[in-house]
Every structure is written in structure tokens, then in C-alpha cells.
């Protein structure tokens, strides 16, 4: 039974059983280890692993009785607060003290749980930073000098005995099971492993290789896809085939104890030489087609010679250092045998990355980019190349191995990662025909290539010298969550607040869609007011889908009530002009006095109302510009709504005539313009009226109610070209500005003798 659960078992009593001695023995293990300075990394491995079952029990269990704690709670706040001055009715008292009592005995195991919760998880932290200080000496002193002729000979001398003593051991094996007949018996099942081995490494990675290339020539939509797949059966069948081939050697029972550790490794090395040939070729393509990179031919072949190379000696390192690993070595000797291995990878990892930073060559549809993520990367290469074998040789050997080789396999993942992210791009590539799904074609491989990256960065960290222990701490740390006042928030409860909030988002927006489809039009609302009553329900529907979201995932918003207190007045400071303009909004979707599709003038601007929101409003101009208002000055300032109500508006035309003309005709021509133009209305009539005597003319308007006002400039224009024609027509003139100039002293100007 666990612990929590035993003490709802017996409220009455402090919870003591078998698990909690258990837990108990374990902890003063653990806290004896800590203590010691000579604790093997075996040791405190094992402790830690059994600390973080334990650890994830408690943490669980400091949750328990949430549902009847809940319902005390609120049976403690039904009977109110006691009265200031005075006690309780005797019988409520009563009641009160048995519940409080009650809530005390709920609470006692999820103390205890959080209590063992904080003793497991501080060992696990001083475990970890242990483990972590034994890395860091280890990287950071100085050992013997590889270049110490006497340290050279030594590895020379250990790698000749090794390949004596599996000689050695090959022979006595041999010789023992022929004596016994054990390997005649042995010998069908080693021969059948041996021909699956070698024709899954020879026949079948051809056949896997021969298909692939005769479905590069279909040209199908998932065609990326496919032969990506493809490939990776390349690298399946030849494994498939080297663990045949290993376990056919096995089988042969001849290899002692270090020829055993030799073919242990060939796997791990095989894999290696498959995979940098099959990494190799998908970066540097063979054939005419460039590929993803675009580097010519010469490029894409030294590309692939120098990551083969690299791989086929990483898979040497391995089988060689597999079985000098049960050899006595001094440390020097260990040395002097890895940095010539060194030294080959840095100057083969330079040239790869001389390879890398290579520009692409010319393309006529412009589809490879030069970039800077290759310079980068060519860059890094040829540092680390030269930077890890130099660490090296002034005796930090386990430094230089610590940076070359997670190097190496860092650009490898990284081209890995390239070629999935150019196989999403290549499947999302949006056809001709589907201009409709082309923004969300847009999002796939940005959200593709995002959760690719989040993914990489376990493998990052592992290739980097981050221990499994420490990637399942991140994750133990992750799902704690973190406290916010007396409730725990953790992953859980963000997915379950996104999960309610995603499903009200999208009933809100499908009830917004009905109200404006279906239900709304068929009322008697204007378009202004099905406008506002479909914005106020959305902002509505979405402030609930949020509560109920957050008291969904667990979250107490009451916790939050002093943050709110205490950022409220540095809210309305800071925010002061967004507030306004919030409040704004609201008031305009409420009281409507401008409506989407109304002509409005505002602060100097004019255009027709295209969307209201509730910190802003968006009006277009006549010459099709976006104009965004702030919602104050809507409410607050003086707008003119030209449109509002109704369309009926007013045109005002004026015109001058000549001195002398006849005011009666000029009258009677333009009431019969005014009155024959289709958008002016007969009720009330157009007025011509006569202004007065100008500087230059006698001045008269021609003032007229439209049907419509949006047209307003259009009619005043074709009035104006009838006013012209029927003037002219008439012979009334039309007069411009004339100024008559006197000579104060004209004799000035007589022209002056030439001398």
C-alpha cells in the first residue's frame, strides 16, 4: 500500500509501514555515499536510479485527497469566518473543529509525501553534482605526453600483444572444439549466417539500391518521402547482414576473452562505415544531380572519400580500442595509441570542412542558396580539427577526444537534420492548382523543422557528454511544474488548459460563423449591429473559454489575486492609452454610433469604416489606404458620420457668372441641371440659391438632397460639365480674376538713349 494511501487508511495515526522503513534505509544509504569521496560512479548510479522511483512516488502522492481537501475547504467556507468579538454557536464551533481537524489529517500524508519528495530530490541533486565535478577533473588534468617516444613504444608494443594473444586465443579455441567435434556441429548453422550475412551486404543492399534508383525516375508527389525510406533500408539490410556475420563468429565459440570484446564491437563499428557511406551520398550525391547542396562533381567527390575515411576510422578506434580495454595500459601508453588516431581524424575532419564551406556551383532556376550556415560549419570543422590533436599533445588527451569526436558527430546530425528539413520542403511544395492551401502549406516545414531542432537537442546533449541520468532529471524537473502560491502547475495541466481552450476558441468561432451565416441575417439588425453582436459575443465566448480553461487545468485563480493587486497600478500607468482604447472599443460595439461599410471623417482623415476591433479602428480612403484609429479618439473627439442611418446627403455646386448677365436665366438653367441629374430627390427640391456680388462675378450654388452621398463628388462633377455646356450654349461667360494695373510714374519707363 503506498504510503499516502495508508495514511488515509488511518487518519488517526502518524503512517509507519514496510515502505516508509524501506525509503528510510535507502535515504541514509544515499546520504552515506554522498559523504564519501571515493564513491564509484557504479554505486552512485544504482542509488540514484532507485532515489528516482522513489522520488516520482512522492511526487505523485503530494497530491493525494485533493478532492476531499476541496470538499472541506468549502465546507469551512459555507460556516464563514468567526465572528469578531464573539465565539460560534456551540454547535457550529463543534463543527468547525471537527473539520479543521479533519483537514489536518488529509493534509499530514501529502506533508510527508512533499517532505521524502525534498529528501529524494536533494540527493539526486548532490549525486549529479558529484557525477558532474568526476567529468570535469577528468577533462581538465593534465596527463602524459603522447609524443614521449617511451609512451609510443609502449601502445606499440600493447596493440602487437593484442593481435598475439587473439591469435593466440583463435588457435586454442580452434584447436579445442575440432578435438571435441563441437565445431562440425556448429559449422550449419555458422555457414547458413555466414551466406545471410554476406548476401544481405552484398546482393542486398545492391537490390535495395537498384530499386531505389528506378523510383527516382517516377516523378510522384511522394517521391522524397519514399526514397528517404528507401535509403534507410540501406542502412537496415547491411546491418541486418554485419549482425548475421557477427553472430556467425560468435557461434563459432573460438575467441577467448579479448577476441570475444573485438567481435562484440564489430557491430558498433559497422555501423559507423554504413552509416557515414550511406550520410555520405545523400550529402554528396553521386551522378549528374547536385543535389540538395549544390557542390560540382569534384567537391561532392572528395565530400564523400574524406566522411567514408572518417568513418572507417572511427570504426578501427572501436574494434582496436575494444580490445586493449581489458589490457593493463599506463596512461601515457593509452595516449600515445590515440592521438595518431587523433591526428588522422583532425586532418581528415579539415578537409571535410574545407569541403563543406565550398560554394555551390551555378544553377539556372536559382534553387540553392549560398548561405552562411555551410561557411559556418566549414569554419568549425577546421577549428576543432586543428585545435583538438594541438589539446592533445600537451597531454590533455581526454579534452582533445572530448571535442573532436562529439565534433564529428555533430556535423553528422546536422546534415541528418538538412535532409529531413529539405524532405518536408519537398512534399509541401505547393502545386499550381492549390493556391488555396498555400499558406498552410507555408507552416509545415517552419513547424516541421522547429519540432525536428526540439528533438536534436537530447541527441545534442547525449553526443556532448550529457548522461542518460541527466536528460531523465531535465524531464523528472519538467513534469514537477513549478508552484505558484499552494497549487503545483505542471506540463499536464498546460496541455489540459490548451486542449479546453483550443475546443471554446473553436465553438466560439463556429458560433460566430452561424450568427453571422444564418441566424442574424434573417433579423431585422442593420449590418452595424450584426457586426457588434458578432465581435461582443467572440470576445465573450473567449474570455469564458479561458476561465474555464484555467480552473480546468487546476490553477486557483485566486493565487493570482496579490500579483494582480500588486501590477495594477503599474498597469494603469503604463497601459493607460491601451485601457482607454480597450474601454473604447466596447463602448463603440455597444452604442454603435459608427458602424463598419459608414463614411466618417475623423481627425483629418475620411474613408469608409472597414473593421472595428476593440483597441482600434480601420477606415479606407478614397485612394484605397489603410487608416488605423485608435478607438478614443472616436469616442472622445469630434467625428463626422456622413453615412450614418441613412445614405441621403447634400451636394453643394458653386458657380459665378459675368456682370450683367440675366440672375433670372442663370437661375432657371441651373434648377433644371439640378433637377434633371437622377440622384438628386424631389423632396425637398433643389435650391439655387443667389450668394451675392463677388470681386469678379455674381456668385451662385446650387444646393441639392442625394439619394446616395457616397456619390456626391461624382455629381458635383457632372453637374459642373452641364453647368459648362448649357453656359456655353446660352452665351453666359463664365469670368475669371482680372487686375487693371496704373503707372504711378509711366515716364520712368521711356527707354534711355544707347551711348
Same mark, same amino acid.
Given at each position: 500500500?503506498?504510503?499516502?494511501?495508508?495514511?488515509?487508511?488511518?487518519?488517526?495515526?502518524?503512517?509507519?509501514?514496510?515502505?516508509?522503513?524501506?525509503?528510510?534505509?535507502?535515504?541514509?544509504?544515499?546520504?552515506?555515499?554522498?559523504?564519501?569521496?571515493?564513491?564509484?560512479?557504479?554505486?552512485?548510479?544504482?542509488?540514484?536510479?532507485?532515489?528516482?522511483?522513489?522520488?516520482?512516488?512522492?511526487?505523485?502522492?503530494?497530491?493525494?485527497?485533493?478532492?476531499?481537501?476541496?470538499?472541506?475547504?468549502?465546507?469551512?467556507?459555507?460556516?464563514?469566518?468567526?465572528?469578531?468579538?464573539?465565539?460560534?454557536?456551540?454547535?457550529?464551533?463543534?463543527?468547525?473543529?471537527?473539520?479543521?481537524?479533519?483537514?489536518?489529517?488529509?493534509?499530514?500524508?501529502?506533508?510527508?509525501?512533499?517532505?521524502?519528495?525534498?529528501?529524494?530530490?536533494?540527493?539526486?541533486?548532490?549525486?549529479?553534482?558529484?557525477?558532474?565535478?568526476?567529468?570535469?577533473?577528468?577533462?581538465?588534468?593534465?596527463?602524459?605526453?603522447?609524443?614521449?617516444?617511451?609512451?609510443?613504444?609502449?601502445?606499440?608494443?600493447?596493440?602487437?600483444?593484442?593481435?598475439?594473444?587473439?591469435?593466440?586465443?583463435?588457435?586454442?579455441?580452434?584447436?579445442?572444439?575440432?578435438?571435441?567435434?563441437?565445431?562440425?556441429?556448429?559449422?550449419?548453422?555458422?555457414?547458413?549466417?555466414?551466406?545471410?550475412?554476406?548476401?544481405?551486404?552484398?546482393?542486398?543492399?545492391?537490390?535495395?539500391?537498384?530499386?531505389?534508383?528506378?523510383?527516382?525516375?517516377?516523378?510522384?508527389?511522394?517521391?522524397?518521402?519514399?526514397?528517404?525510406?528507401?535509403?534507410?533500408?540501406?542502412?537496415?539490410?547491411?546491418?541486418?547482414?554485419?549482425?548475421?556475420?557477427?553472430?556467425?563468429?560468435?557461434?563459432?565459440?573460438?575467441?577467448?576473452?579479448?577476441?570475444?570484446?573485438?567481435?562484440?564491437?564489430?557491430?558498433?563499428?559497422?555501423?559507423?562505415?554504413?552509416?557515414?557511406?550511406?550520410?555520405?551520398?545523400?550529402?554528396?550525391?553521386?551522378?549528374?544531380?547536385?543535389?540538395?547542396?549544390?557542390?560540382?562533381?569534384?567537391?561532392?567527390?572528395?565530400?564523400?572519400?574524406?566522411?567514408?575515411?572518417?568513418?572507417?576510422?572511427?570504426?578501427?578506434?572501436?574494434?582496436?580500442?575494444?580490445?586493449?580495454?581489458?589490457?593493463?595500459?599506463?596512461?601515457?601508453?593509452?595516449?600515445?595509441?590515440?592521438?595518431?588516431?587523433?591526428?588522422?581524424?583532425?586532418?581528415?575532419?579539415?578537409?571535410?570542412?574545407?569541403?563543406?564551406?565550398?560554394?555551390?556551383?551555378?544553377?539556372?532556376?536559382?534553387?540553392?542558396?549560398?548561405?552562411?550556415?555551410?561557411?559556418?560549419?566549414?569554419?568549425?570543422?577546421?577549428?576543432?580539427?586543428?585545435?583538438?590533436?594541438?589539446?592533445?599533445?600537451?597531454?590533455?588527451?581526454?579534452?582533445?577526444?572530448?571535442?573532436?569526436?562529439?565534433?564529428?558527430?555533430?556535423?553528422?546530425?546536422?546534415?541528418?537534420?538538412?535532409?529531413?528539413?529539405?524532405?518536408?520542403?519537398?512534399?509541401?511544395?505547393?502545386?499550381?492548382?492549390?493556391?488555396?492551401?498555400?499558406?498552410?502549406?507555408? +507552416?509545415?516545414?517552419?513547424?516541421?523543422?522547429?519540432?525536428?531542432? +526540439?528533438?536534436?537537442?537530447?541527441?545534442?546533449?547525449?553526443?556532448?557528454?550529457?548522461?542518460?541520468?541527466?536528460?531523465?532529471?531535465?524531464?523528472?524537473?519538467?513534469?514537477?511544474?513549478?508552484?505558484?502560491?499552494?497549487?503545483?502547475?505542471?506540463?499536464?495541466?498546460?496541455?489540459?488548459?490548451?486542449?479546453?481552450?483550443?475546443?471554446?476558441?473553436?465553438?466560439?468561432?463556429?458560433?460566430?460563423?452561424?450568427?453571422?451565416?444564418?441566424?442574424?441575417?434573417?433579423?431585422?439588425?442593420?449590418?452595424?449591429?450584426?457586426?457588434?453582436?458578432?465581435?461582443?459575443?467572440?470576445?465573450?465566448?473567449?474570455?469564458?473559454?479561458?476561465?474555464?480553461?484555467?480552473?480546468?487545468?487546476?490553477?486557483?485563480?485566486?493565487?493570482?489575486?496579490?500579483?494582480?493587486?500588486?501590477?495594477?497600478?503599474?498597469?494603469?500607468?503604463?497601459?493607460?492609452?491601451?485601457?482607454?482604447?480597450?474601454?473604447?472599443?466596447?463602448?463603440?460595439?455597444?452604442?454603435?454610433?459608427?458602424?463598419?461599410?459608414?463614411?466618417?471623417?475623423?481627425?483629418?482623415?475620411?474613408?469608409?469604416?472597414?473593421?472595428?476591433?476593440?483597441?482600434?479602428?480601420?477606415?479606407?480612403?478614397?485612394?484605397?489606404?489603410?487608416?488605423?484609429?485608435?478607438?478614443?479618439?472616436?469616442?472622445?473627439?469630434?467625428?463626422?458620420?456622413?453615412?450614418?442611418?441613412?445614405?441621403?446627403?447634400?451636394?453643394?455646386?458653386?458657380?459665378?457668372?459675368?456682370?450683367?448677365?440675366?440672375?433670372?436665366?442663370?437661375?432657371?438653367?441651373?434648377?433644371?441641371?439640378?433637377?434633371?441629374?437622377?440622384?438628386?430627390?424631389?423632396?425637398?427640391?433643389?435650391?439655387?440659391?443667389?450668394?451675392?456680388?463677388?470681386?469678379?462675378?455674381?456668385?451662385?450654388?446650387?444646393?441639392?438632397?442625394?439619394?446616395?452621398?457616397?456619390?456626391?463628388?461624382?455629381?458635383?462633377?457632372?453637374?459642373?460639365?452641364?453647368?459648362?455646356?448649357?453656359?456655353?450654349?446660352?452665351?453666359?461667360?463664365?469670368?475669371?480674376?482680372?487686375?487693371?494695373?496704373?503707372?504711378?510714374?509711366?515716364?520712368?519707363?521711356?527707354?534711355?538713349?544707347?551711348?
Amino acid at each position: 500500500m503506498p504510503l499516502a494511501l495508508h495514511a488515509q487508511a488511518i487518519p488517526d495515526a502518524v503512517a509507519t509501514g514496510p515502505e516508509e522503513t524501506s525509503f528510510e534505509r535507502l535515504a541514509q544509504r544515499a546520504e552515506d555515499l554522498a559523504a564519501r569521496d571515493d564513491a564509484s560512479l557504479f554505486a552512485i548510479s544504482r542509488l540514484r536510479a532507485e532515489l528516482v522511483v522513489w522520488r516520482d512516488r512522492f511526487l505523485a502522492e503530494s497530491e493525494v485527497n485533493a478532492g476531499r481537501l476541496a470538499t472541506v475547504d468549502a465546507q469551512l467556507a459555507a460556516l464563514g469566518p468567526v465572528p469578531e468579538g464573539g465565539e460560534d454557536a456551540p454547535a457550529v464551533a463543534t463543527r468547525r473543529a471537527a473539520l479543521e481537524n479533519q483537514r489536518r489529517e488529509l493534509m499530514a500524508p501529502r506533508l510527508l509525501a512533499q517532505e521524502a519528495f525534498a529528501r529524494a530530490n536533494g540527493l539526486i541533486g548532490e549525486f549529479d553534482a558529484q557525477s558532474l565535478q568526476r567529468q570535469t577533473d577528468q577533462l581538465t588534468v593534465r596527463g602524459p605526453s603522447p609524443l614521449n617516444p617511451t609512451h609510443l613504444g609502449a601502445a606499440v608494443a600493447a596493440v602487437w600483444a593484442l593481435i598475439e594473444v587473439i591469435g593466440v586465443e583463435i588457435g586454442a579455441g580452434f584447436g579445442v572444439k575440432l578435438l571435441s567435434g563441437q565445431l562440425w556441429q556448429a559449422l550449419p548453422r555458422v555457414l547458413v549466417l555466414l551466406i545471410v550475412g554476406i548476401g544481405l551486404m552484398g546482393a542486398g543492399l545492391r537490390l535495395v539500391t537498384r530499386w531505389r534508383a528506378r523510383l527516382a525516375e517516377r516523378p510522384t508527389r511522394w517521391r522524397p518521402l519514399t526514397l528517404f525510406l528507401l535509403s534507410l533500408i540501406q542502412i537496415v539490410v547491411p546491418l541486418i547482414g554485419l549482425l548475421a556475420l557477427t553472430e556467425a563468429l560468435v557461434s563459432l565459440d573460438i575467441f577467448g576473452l579479448r577476441g570475444g570484446d573485438v567481435v562484440d564491437a564489430i557491430p558498433v563499428a559497422g555501423a559507423f562505415v554504413i552509416f557515414g557511406w550511406w550520410l555520405s551520398r545523400h550529402v554528396f550525391p553521386m551522378g549528374a544531380k547536385s543535389g540538395y547542396l549544390g557542390y560540382d562533381d569534384q567537391t561532392r567527390a572528395s565530400g564523400r572519400r574524406y566522411s567514408s575515411a572518417i568513418a572507417w576510422v572511427l570504426a578501427v578506434v572501436t574494434l582496436v580500442g575494444s580490445g586493449l580495454r581489458t589490457m593493463e595500459l599506463s596512461e601515457g601508453a593509452e595516449a600515445a595509441f590515440e592521438w595518431p588516431f587523433l591526428v588522422l581524424l583532425g586532418l581528415l575532419f579539415w578537409r571535410l570542412g574545407r569541403v563543406i564551406a565550398t560554394k555551390p556551383q551555378e544553377r539556372a532556376d536559382g534553387a540553392v542558396s549560398a548561405g552562411r550556415t555551410r561557411g559556418f560549419i566549414g569554419r568549425f570543422c577546421t577549428v576543432v580539427a586543428v585545435a583538438a590533436p594541438v589539446i592533445a599533445a600537451f597531454g590533455y588527451t581526454a579534452a582533445g577526444i572530448a571535442l573532436l569526436i562529439p565534433s564529428i558527430l555533430s556535423v553528422a546530425l546536422i546534415a541528418v537534420l538538412f535532409l529531413l528539413q529539405r524532405i518536408v520542403h519537398d512534399l509541401t511544395r505547393t502545386p499550381e492548382n492549390e493556391d488555396d492551401f498555400r499558406g498552410i502549406y507555408a +507552416l509545415i516545414p517552419v513547424f516541421v523543422s522547429f519540432v525536428l531542432y +526540439l528533438l536534436s537537442l537530447p541527441v545534442f546533449a547525449l553526443i556532448w557528454g550529457a548522461r542518460v541520468d541527466d536528460l531523465t532529471e531535465l524531464w523528472a524537473r519538467f513534469r514537477e511544474g513549478f508552484a505558484l502560491g499552494d497549487t503545483r502547475i505542471s506540463p499536464t495541466d498546460f496541455l489540459a488548459f490548451a486542449a479546453v481552450f483550443a475546443v471554446g476558441y473553436l465553438l466560439t468561432r463556429f458560433i460566430q460563423s452561424t450568427l453571422r451565416k444564418s441566424v442574424l441575417p434573417r433579423t431585422r439588425l442593420d449590418l452595424g449591429g450584426q457586426n457588434a453582436i458578432v465581435a461582443g459575443f467572440g470576445y465573450v465566448g473567449i474570455i469564458l473559454a479561458a476561465i474555464v480553461a484555467i480552473t480546468s487545468a487546476g490553477i486557483d485563480l485566486s493565487n493570482l489575486a496579490i500579483v494582480a493587486g500588486a501590477l495594477s497600478v503599474g498597469i494603469g500607468f503604463g497601459l493607460q492609452n491601451i485601457v482607454s482604447n480597450f474601454v473604447s472599443g466596447i463602448i463603440l460595439l455597444i452604442e454603435r454610433p459608427v458602424s463598419e461599410g459608414d463614411w466618417i471623417e475623423v481627425g483629418g482623415q475620411m474613408g469608409y469604416v472597414r473593421a472595428i476591433s476593440v483597441r482600434s479602428t480601420r477606415i479606407e480612403t478614397f485612394d484605397r489606404t489603410d487608416v488605423i484609429i485608435p478607438n478614443a479618439d472616436l469616442v472622445s473627439g469630434q467625428v463626422t458620420n456622413w453615412t450614418r442611418g441613412n445614405l441621403v446627403g447634400r451636394v453643394i455646386v458653386p458657380v459665378g457668372v459675368a456682370y450683367g448677365t440675366d440672375v433670372d436665366k442663370v437661375t432657371e438653367i441651373l434648377r433644371g441641371i439640378a433637377e434633371a441629374h437622377p440622384l438628386v430627390v424631389m423632396s425637398p427640391p433643389p435650391t439655387i440659391l443667389f450668394q451675392g456680388f463677388g470681386a469678379d462675378s455674381l456668385d451662385f450654388e446650387i444646393r441639392a438632397i442625394l439619394r446616395d452621398v457616397n456619390y456626391v463628388l461624382v455629381t458635383k462633377s457632372e453637374m459642373n460639365h452641364a453647368i459648362a455646356k448649357e453656359f456655353a450654349a446660352a452665351g453666359i461667360e463664365i469670368p475669371f480674376a482680372q487686375r487693371d494695373i496704373w503707372l504711378r510714374n509711366p515716364e520712368v519707363l521711356k527707354e534711355t538713349p544707347a551711348k
